[in-house]
């Protein structure tokens, strides 16, 4: 036979004949040189820990001078420790894992929790015994053996793209600041930052009430200097200096902006950003800069934190749907309304409304696998965590190619990213930078930082599990929740555990509000949007990931009004533009009124529809609509 084992080499070369030296300066770990399950073992354990352990078959154990009986030897992988010790079975591959500098955790659950040796040895002798099957599996799941499961390179590249989306969401607010919540935008921040002073007056101090650094500064300036340190911070972190000063900081300045921000803040990819911003402070290694190679390893419980929050956003995103009890997710007729009545279509959304009925149903039940099946897999070994991270970013890019969410698709890739370990990655690199990519784990997070990450998965992971099963029992409508203790409210306030659930009801028509001024109340000028739709012959275009916050609200707002009920901001948007701000009036395309503003300002609110194929082809147009009514917003009373 031929195998490793030659002054532990850990080459595949004939032993040389003779007796050999065994080392004495670390631990010997005696296995089964025929058994494959064996050796693939081996080669994982030995990437992850070095030259830490040494490797040799149990076959030349009398050639390295270890009076161990070879039968005793065959029932079960044994450590020679250089104190004398030996122990074998489950036991030997916890402590393996300790003294190779792998894991602790396992040695600490096998020697202190009751009964967990029983449990770990009947595992083991499971798998001793069905070692060809074991081996087909573990390969089937792992994929290739010699390459073990490390995050080193996966969290440079996850920070890295964090970071982006940061620096994305930072500037893009950045551009619309001074209309939407500026001294002279639709709804000012000092504003809002007094009514909820005076609201909680005899109260704790506000800051708790609603966390943001505004209340030391609420001007014009201040929120910009707030956007413009996002913004630099976000290049930092992309740079890599200072990762876990970069990312506290963005973290709370962009809390500082979505607690101010009212309506205009309100969407879930604002809240996901906060939450994975917010665990990335303590994934960040705690070096200078995030490409140290002196930088510890990356946490385990902090990386399943955020695959948890990927599975929740993907789960509870279907749960919700099935839940709410609309028919057409029921019958798996959801797609044939979804292009044309979301938020801002693209053109490609005119193409894919009119794509046959069969595939939007097809299309249906496969987003439906994806958010309640695929999720599942995100807690499984490699493989099945590439098929999820595959399938996961497939029905993302599709999203993003045939409607614009801001930077809601780009974040949500990008917690995928963190699904492929450092084994994976080196199969989409260069090879000249994968022959750099070492397997062998860092040194362990400092143990004050061990206990902070525990710490915040002690509150985090239940919070999470209780908002999740309240917001579930809303939507079914059951009057059933669990009471959240009063302490965790600042938690709650900090967005750092959330709910999540896109589109749980399907709307089938769309409503669309026209905005339209006077002079005179005879002859009225529309107002044209950026992005939202309009002129019936303008194509929808293209705009994430920038995220047009005042035509994304248009969209809900209308949906609003056909029940007759006027959100209050658009009626401080009526009158902002009955006094010509420049600030809001730069949140639209255009002015009808480039010299006087009108003296009165209503909306029309139409119900609009992709034109049919022959419509499209014969008048160029994308878009048909009726009116239903028109509604003043400013100037009539004072007319009156």
């Excluded at 080499?9 to 005696?30: F, I, N, Q, S, W």
């Excluded at 599996?137 to 982006?164: K, M």
């Excluded at 084994?423 to 994968?434: D, H, M, Q």
């Amino acid at each position: 036979m031929t195998e490793t084992g030659c002054k532990d080499c850990g080459k595949d070369v004939p032993l040389e004949p003779g007796p050999l030296e065994r080392p004495t300066d670390r631990p010997v770990a005696l296995y089964d040189g025929n058994c494959g399950f064996c050796r693939d073992s081996r080669d994982r354990l030995r990437a992850l820990s070095g030259d830490r352990i040494a490797w040799i078959p149990l076959q030349y154990a009398d050639r390295y001078g270890i009076e161990i009986p070879q039968q005793e030897l065959q029932q079960s992988v044994h450590l020679l420790e250089p104190n004398g010790d030996l122990t074998r079975g489950a036991e030997a591959i916890f402590r393996m894992m300790d003294l190779g500098q792998i894991r602790r955790w396992p040695r600490f659950f096998y020697e202190f929790i009751p009964l967990a040796p029983n449990i770990s040895e009947i595992g083991y002798r499971t798998v001793a015994r069905n070692r060809p099957l074991t081996t087909l599996v573990a390969r089937f799941l792992c994929g290739r053996p010699a390459v073990p499961e490390t995050y080193q390179y996966a969290r440079r590249i996850f920070l890295f793209s964090l970071a982006v989306v940061y620096l994305i969401a930072f500037l893009s607010f950045f551009m619309q600041a001074p209309g939407l919540i500026g001294s002279d935008g639709i709804l000012p921040a000092a504003d809002f930052l007094q009514q909820v002073d005076a609201a909680y007056a005899t109260s704790s101090s506000p800051f708790f009430i609603l966390p943001t650094l505004a209340w030391f500064n609420s001007s014009d300036g201040f929120i910009n200097i707030m956007c413009i340190a996002g913004i630099a911070l976000g290049i930092m972190a992309m740079i890599g200096f200072l990762p876990v000063f970069c990312f506290a900081a963005m973290w709370i300045l962009y809390l500082s902006l979505v607690n101010i921000g009212q309506e205009f803040f309100s969407f879930q990819w604002d809240i996901l950003l906060l939450e994975a911003g917010f665990l990335a402070i303590f994934f960040a290694p705690s070096s200078w800069s995030l490409y140290s190679k002196r930088a510890s390893r990356p946490s385990t419980l902090i990386r399943w934190l955020l695959w948890w929050l990927l599975f929740r956003l993907l789960f509870l995103s279907g749960l919700v749907k099935l839940l709410s009890g609309d028919p057409t997710w029921l019958e798996f007729t959801a797609l044939e309304y979804h292009y044309f009545t979301q938020p801002l279509p693209t053109w490609t959304s005119w193409y894919a409304t009119h794509w046959p009925h069969w595939f939007q149903i097809t299309s249906t039940v496969i987003m439906f696998i994806i958010e309640l099946g695929i999720p599942f897999l995100i807690f499984l070994p490699r493989v099945p965590r590439l098929i999820a991270a595959s399938a996961i970013t497939l029905l993302m890019l599709l999203i993003a190619g045939t409607g614009n969410y801001g930077f809601f698709n780009l974040l949500a890739i990008v917690l995928c990213l963190l699904l492929i370990d450092d084994g994976s990655w080196r199969f989409f690199t260069p090879k000249r930078l994968a022959t750099k990519m070492s397997f062998i784990l860092p040194q362990r997070e400092h143990l004050i930082k061990r206990s902070v990450n525990f710490l915040v998965l002690l509150f985090v992971l239940p919070l999470t599990i209780v908002i999740g099963i309240n917001d579930a029992a809303r939507t079914a409508g059951s009057a059933y929740q669990i009471s959240i203790p009063e302490a965790a409210s600042p938690l709650i306030r900090s967005h750092v555990a959330n709910s999540y659930g896109l589109f749980r009801v399907m709307t089938v028509r769309r409503p669309e509000l026209v905005i339209e001024g006077s002079q005179d109340g005879l002859t009225w000028k529309a107002y044209s949007f950026k992005w939202k739709p309009g002129a019936l012959n303008r194509a929808p275009a293209f705009v994430e990931p920038y995220m047009p916050r005042l035509d994304w609200q248009m969209w809900f707002a209308a949906l609003n009004v056909e029940q007759h009920r006027i959100p209050g901001w658009l009626q401080a948007f009526g009158k902002k533009l009955s006094q010509g701000s420049p600030a809001v009036l730069n949140l639209l395309d255009s002015n009808p009124f480039p010299e006087f503003p009108p003296e009165r300002v209503r909306f029309t609110l139409y119900q609009y529809t992709f034109t049919d194929r022959q419509t499209r082809a014969t008048t160029g147009e994308w878009w048909t609509r009726y009116r239903v009514f028109s509604y003043p917003l400013f100037g009539y009373q004072e007319k009156r």
